[in-house]
C-alpha cells in the first residue's frame, strides 16, 4: 500500500475570526507550519504534526478541524454500504453510552460496529512479538499519528525506534477486510477522538472517512437525539479486554502487563504537547550521547489526556479523573469477561483471550513502515546564517543583549526561532514586542520632536506676546498705583470733610433742637396773644358801648341845659342869667361830651376794626406758627436721620481708609512682581530657545 507524500489538511484557519493574536503559533509544536507574516495567522498543512493545540487555544475560533462527518453522512443517505469502527475513548466521549452509540450508528444505516479495543489487544500482540525477535535498544509506540507525524518530518532520525507495526485502528481495519470477508465490499467509517488519524489512513491506504466524536455530539445536540433512547448494541466483533484502557495515558503499558509484571519498570510513560515533542526533539541527541534510550518501551501520546481528551473530543475542558472514571469502568467490566473465578478460570479466561487473537494475528501482516518527510521541511523552511540572523536582530532593533528578551510574546520559543520565521517569511517585525516597543519609541520621539519644536514656537510667540502685554501690564499697575495714591490723598480729603460735615451736622442738630424748644415756646405765648386780643377785643365792644351811653348822656344833658335856658328864660333876667350861664356851660359840656363820646366811639370802632383784623391776621399767624412748628419737627427728624447716616458714613470711612491702605500695600506688592514676572519671562524664552536649539 502507498502512502501519500502530500499531507492532508486537516485544520483550517477561518479567516475572519482570526485576529493574529499567535496563541496558535505559542502552543504549536512545529511553529514554522504558521505563517503570520500577513494580517492573520495562516496554516501549512505540510508542515503541521495535527497535534490539534492550535484548535483548543484560540479563544476566537478561527482554527477548526476537518473531518469527514459530512461526506459520511451524505453517503449513509445514499445508501452506500458501510461499517464503523469505533475509538475506546467513546467510553469517555458518550458518557459510557459507547454500546447505545452501537445502536445509533447502526438505525443511520451501518451494517456492523468493531471495537477498536479488540485491534489494541492485536496492537500488543504486535509490539511484543517485534521485540521478542528484534531485541531493539527501544519502541517508541505509534497510536498517536501526530507524533509519528512529527518523527517523520522534524526528527526522522528517530524513525528505526518507531514500532513497525500498525495502530489499534489500523489492526482492526486489516482483521476486517481479512477476516470479515461478508464486509469486504463495505466502506470504513472510523468513530474517532482525532483528526490528524485522517493521514494514517491516507498512509496506510485504510479507512474512508474519520467521523471525530465532537462532530457527531454537535449534530446529535443539534438534532436532539438522545442517545440513551438508542438500543445498546454489542460490538461485532470479540470483545477485549485490558486493551479498553487504550485510549488512557498508560493504556499500552497496563495492557501489556499482563504478560510483564515489571514492565513499569522498563516503559517510559510521556504525553501531553508540552512534554512529548520536548522529549522526542532532544531524544536522538540523548541516544547519541549514550544516555538513551532508558526505557525499552516508550509509552508515548500526543494529548495530555490521551485519546480520551483528543482535538476531535468536547473533553479538553474537563476533568481528568471525571472522563477516566468512565473508561475505568469499563475496563473492569472487561476484564471480568476474561477472569471470573479461581485462579483457574483466571488463566481459562486469559487462555481463551491469547487463542481469540491468535485467531486474528498473522505474522508480518500488520507491519506498517513510515516516510521522511524532513525534505518537505527542509525545503520550505532554511536555515539562516548567523550573520543572516544578527542581520535580522538588527532589523528588530536588537542591538545588545538585553534585547534578546525570549519572552515568547511572538509565539516563538525565543528570539532566535521568530529570526528563522522572518527569515523564510513566515513572520514579520511588527509582532515581535521589542520591535514595536523600539518604533513606537522612535516614532514618539519624532512626533514628540515635532510637537515640541510646535510647543516651542508657539510658546516663545505666545511668551514674546505675553511679555508685551507683561510690559504693558507694569506700565499700567504703575499708572493705576499713582491713581490709587491720588484717590487715596483725595479719598482722605473727602473723609475730613465727611468727618466736618458730620461735626457741623452735630451742631445743626443741637440748634435744630433748640429751635424746636423755642418754636414750641413761642407757639405758646403766640396762644396767649391771640387770647389777650380777643380779650382787648372784648374790652373794646365795651368801651363802644360806654361811649354809646356817654353820647346819650350827652345829648340828655344838652336837652337838659336846653331846658335850663328855657327855664332861665323864665326865671327872669336876674336869676335868669345866671341860670343862663349854667346852663349855656351845661349845653357846651354836653355838647363837647358828645363830641368827644362821638370821636372816641370813632375811634374804637376803628380800633375794634384793627382788632378784628390782627385777630384774623393772628389765627393765620397762628395757624402758620403750628406749620412752621411742624416742619421743624420733620427737620429735626430729617436731621437725627442724616446724623445716624453720617455716623455710619463716619466708621465706614475709617475702614475704608484701611482698606486703601492695604490697597496701596498690594499694589505696591503687584508692581514689584510685574516686574518679576517680566524678568522671569524673559529667562523662560532664553530657556526655550536653548532647548530649541538641542
Known sequence: MESRSILRPIIKVLEDKCVNCHRCIAVCPAKMCNNGSGKIVDHHSDLCVGCGECISACTHGARVGIDDFDAFMADLGKSVPMIAIAAPASAASFKGLYLNLNGYLKSLGVKAVFDVSLGAELTVKSYLEYMKKANPKTVIAQPCPSLVSFIEMYRPELLPYLAPADSPMMHTMKMIRRFYTEYRDHRIAVVS???????????????????????????????????????AAEYDNPPAERAVLFSSPGGLMRTVQRYDRDVMGHTRKIEGVSEVYHYFAHLSKAIQAGNAPVYQLIDCLNCSMGCNGGPGTRNRSKHLDDVEYLVEKRQLEARAKYQKGGR???????????????????????????????????KMVLEPSRQQIDEIYVRLHKTEESHILNCGACGYRSCEQMAVAIFNNLNKPENCVHYMEAITSEQNETETRQKLNAV????????????????????????????????????????????????????????????????????????????????????????????????????QTSILGMNAAIEAAHAGEAVGKGFAVVAGEIRKLADNSGRQAVEIQNSLKNIKILINSSKESSVLAESQFD???????????????????????????????????????????????????????ESIVNDINALKVI
Request: hydrophobic share 35%.
Open 344 to 378: 483457574l478460570r483466571q488463566y481459562l479466561g486469559r487462555k481463551k483471550l491469547e487463542k481469540m487473537l491468535d485467531k486474528y494475528w498473522l505474522p508480518d501482516f500488520y507491519r506498517r513502515s513510515y516516510v521522511d518527510r524532513s525534505a518537505i521541511f527542509v
Open 193 to 231: 477522538p482525532c483528526y490528524s488519524k485522517r493521514r494514517e489512513f491516507d498512509a496506510c491506504g485504510l479507512g474512508d472517512y474519520n467521523v471525530t466524536f465532537r462532530s457527531l455530539e454537535d449534530y446529535m445536540d443539534a438534532e436532539s437525539i438522545d442517545l440513551a433512547r438508542f438500543p
Open 627 to 681: 406749620t412752621i412748628v411742624d416742619l421743624i419737627n420733620l427737620v429735626k427728624d430729617e436731621e437725627l436721620r442724616i446724623k445716624g447716616t453720617m455716623d455710619e458714613q463716619s466708621s465706614d470711612s475709617a475702614d475704608v481708609m484701611n482698606s486703601l491702605q492695604e490697597i496701596n500695600k498690594l499694589i505696591a506688592k503687584v508692581k514689584n512682581e510685574s516686574s518679576g514676572l517680566r524678568e522671569t519671562g
Open 456 to 555: 516651542y514656537d508657539h510658546t516663545l510667540e505666545e511668551l514674546n506676546r505675553n511679555l508685551e502685554g507683561i510690559s504693558s501690564l507694569s506700565a499700567n499697575i504703575t499708572e493705576t498705583a499713582n491713581y490709587v495714591l491720588s484717590s487715596t490723598s483725595r479719598i482722605e480729603k473727602m473723609v475730613e470733610g465727611t468727618r466736618g460735615i458730620h461735626s457741623t451736622l452735630e451742631k445743626n442738630a443741637e440748634t435744630v433742637l433748640k429751635l424746636n424748644e423755642s418754636s414750641k415756646d413761642g407757639r405758646t405765648r403766640f396762644h396767649r396773644i391771640a387770647e389777650l386780643i380777643d380779650d382787648v377785643s372784648v374790652q373794646a365792644d365795651q368801651l363802644i358801648e360806654a361811649c354809646s351811653v356817654i353820647g346819650d348822656i350827652a345829648d
